[in-house]
DNA sequence: GTATTCGTGGATACATCGTACGGTAGCGAG
DNA sequence: CTCGCTACCGTACGATGTATCCACGAATAC
């Protein structure tokens, strides 16, 4: 059985998809690929070097994104990209900023971005551009990890109210009952589910607005 | 020896600062405090519970905030304090936004930050204060996730650029210069070093301005 | 052909982890 | 005194990452 570091990403990639990385192992990724532990070995350095892989293997779908002539339009299929990576890879928000990303494909991503970012109005040297950078990712990592967080709320406690209540609720009602959060209260009680897409789409829009409308500096 | 949960939790926290998550184990924790490792299972359920536990002892910090009249100030004095925080307890930045904080103090910062936003211009409605809470939110964790990871890579490689140079450097070095990454390269070689505190105060503050901008919904 | 070396691969082992489970000792109530 | 409950700990198990060693087959040298 030929290995390669490309195979074992792909084959951590399918599991922990299906287990999250706290059900991934190197064992179980070994048995999978009909080999011994240690011959993964052979290929990474550690398991922390295998999630690094992982996450640089994700980025490469996200370069995939086409580049437009329209700085914002760029900037906005990136953060799209990255979201829909995040959504069909959870495990890839809880990775995400948590490690430098410098392999060849995030650092492709990380071009992409910051060439696009620097034609925007309000980014007027390096110094902006980086500012702009840390604002836009910091976005995007924050964004993504706590709407995959939801998402798993959302699953382990049931996917309607009736489950919610059983699970999750009595304890949140009865801190809410104490009347020591009433704007809480009132976002969770009378607060519409918003739609995630357009949330993150809304609140991209408002941070690069942000980012545009800064005076010259 | 009597426990309890404030006191197995101040033990983790302090192993978690000095050790980090990975160095963290419920075994030590019980040694730390000359108790069987069973034993912490009289107060918390898991060690799952026992990390949300940690998260909402470094919340009841951040709310100490002083409360203000003007809301941008308090906003400002909770994101500040959240960055401090996470500076001061460096594995509060992974667990941030990884699990619903649902603990009291945790909703106490919640409380706040909603209050305060919910009096922000542009903030008109429910819908609204939704959208915005979700934007600064995913800033603040995204930021000090960032931050907190870059600081741990100056750590780990050396706090000047000889020993950058020796570690990480060569293969950076190797893929700018394939040219691929243009303006990846120039930030690199030819941006400052920005000081952070200044980089979030200046993002937040883009944020901010973002929120308050948009046009009435 | 035989002996030696090298490379590949797996088995074994170790330290560590979270947590299940069972047993014991001490204390208080009846 | 006995019994029940609580606090506490010891033992055990399955699992993990990874170190280390050994066996086998193929290639090379003589």
Same mark, same amino acid.
């Given at each position: 059985? +030929?290995?390669?570091?490309?195979?074992?990403? /792909? *084959? #951590?990639?399918? =599991?922990?998809?299906?287990? @999250?990385?706290? !059900?991934?192992?190197?064992?179980?990724?070994?048995?999978?690929?009909?080999?011994?532990?240690?011959?993964?070995?052979?290929?990474?350095?550690?398991?922390?070097?295998?999630?690094?892989?992982?996450?640089?293997?994700?980025?490469?779908?996200?370069?995939?994104?086409?580049?437009?002539?329209?700085?914002?339009?760029?900037?906005?299929?990136?953060?799209?990209?990255?979201?829909?990576?995040?959504?069909?890879?959870?495990?890839?928000?809880?990775?995400?900023?948590?490690?430098?990303?410098?392999? +060849?494909?995030?650092?492709?991503?990380?071009? /992409? *971005? #910051?060439?696009? =970012?620097?034609?925007?109005? @309000?980014?007027? !040297?390096?110094?902006?551009?980086?500012?702009?950078?840390?604002?836009?990712?910091?976005?995007?990592?924050?964004?993504?990890?706590?709407?995959?967080?939801?998402?798993?709320?959302?699953?382990?406690?049931?996917?309607?109210?009736?489950?919610?209540?059983?699970?999750?609720?009595?304890?949140?009602?009865?801190?809410?009952?104490?009347?020591?959060?009433?704007?809480?209260?009132?976002?969770?009680?009378?607060?519409?589910?918003?739609?995630?897409?357009?949330?993150?789409?809304?609140?991209?829009?408002?941070?690069?607005?942000?980012?545009?409308?800064?005076?010259?500096?």
């Amino acid at each position: 059985m +030929p290995l390669s570091r490309e195979k074992i990403a /792909a *084959t #951590a990639i399918r =599991l922990a998809d299906t287990h @999250g990385l706290d !059900g991934l192992s190197l064992r179980k990724i070994a048995k999978e690929l009909g080999v011994g532990p240690m011959r993964l070995y052979d290929y990474v350095i550690n398991r922390s070097e295998l999630l690094d892989l992982m996450v640089d293997v994700v980025h490469a779908r996200i370069a995939e994104v086409d580049q437009h002539s329209e700085w914002r339009t760029t900037i906005l299929a990136i953060a799209h990209a990255t979201r829909a990576a995040a959504l069909d890879h959870e495990w890839f928000s809880d990775l995400l900023g948590g490690r430098p990303h410098l392999g +060849p494909h995030a650092l492709a991503v990380g071009e /992409a *971005t #910051a060439a696009a =970012l620097s034609q925007a109005p @309000g980014v007027r !040297g390096i110094d902006d551009l980086q500012r702009a950078l840390g604002a836009l990712n910091a976005f995007i990592i924050g964004a993504v990890r706590r709407e995959v967080t939801e998402r798993r709320t959302t699953r382990s406690t049931g996917t309607d109210e009736a489950a919610f209540q059983a699970s999750l609720g009595p304890y949140l009602t009865r801190m809410l009952n104490t009347g020591r959060y009433p704007t809480v209260a009132r976002l969770v009680i009378d607060g519409a589910h918003l739609n995630a897409e357009e949330t993150f789409n809304h609140n991209l829009t408002t941070v690069l607005d942000g980012i545009t409308s800064r005076p010259r500096t």
